[in-house]
């Protein structure tokens, strides 16, 4: 499936191309999905950070879940780990380029959420 796109065009679309949708989304969740991950990607869009820096910019994230999730952001390439050669050891994190190929699924999910959020308020 390297380089497919995923189009479905048609309102009913076959079992084949329901089973290569499922798979691709699969693959993007398990990128960028769960609570922490998109905002240690937006946290970053300012620049570069230490670890402290990050974790005090991100409401509610423990040390141990940031460590955590900034691991698998970077086995996945979204964000690079810079380790400067002083005493004591700094250490930043960066976004990559290919964590720009993000942006229209951040851009997306925001706007997602606010009209979801005004549904929701509309109910109440």
Not at 2 to 28: G, R, W
């Amino acid at each position: 499936m390297k380089n497919q796109q995923i189009l479905i065009d048609t309102d009913t679309p076959t079992t084949s191309e329901c089973t290569t949708y499922s798979s691709a989304m699969d693959d993007a969740l398990y990128a960028i999905g769960g609570k922490w991950k998109l905002r240690v990607i937006t946290a970053l869009l300012d620049g570069a950070r230490r670890f402290n820096e990050l974790q005090r910019s991100i409401k509610g994230i423990s040390a141990t879940v940031l460590s955590h999730e900034l691991k698998e952001l970077e086995l996945n390439g979204f964000i690079k780990r810079i380790v400067y050669d002083t005493t004591p050891v700094q250490i930043e994190y960066q976004l990559t380029e290919y964590s720009h190929t993000l942006k229209d699924v951040v851009v997306a999910l925001s706007k997602w959420g606010v009209m979801h959020r005004e549904t929701i308020r509309k109910r109440g």
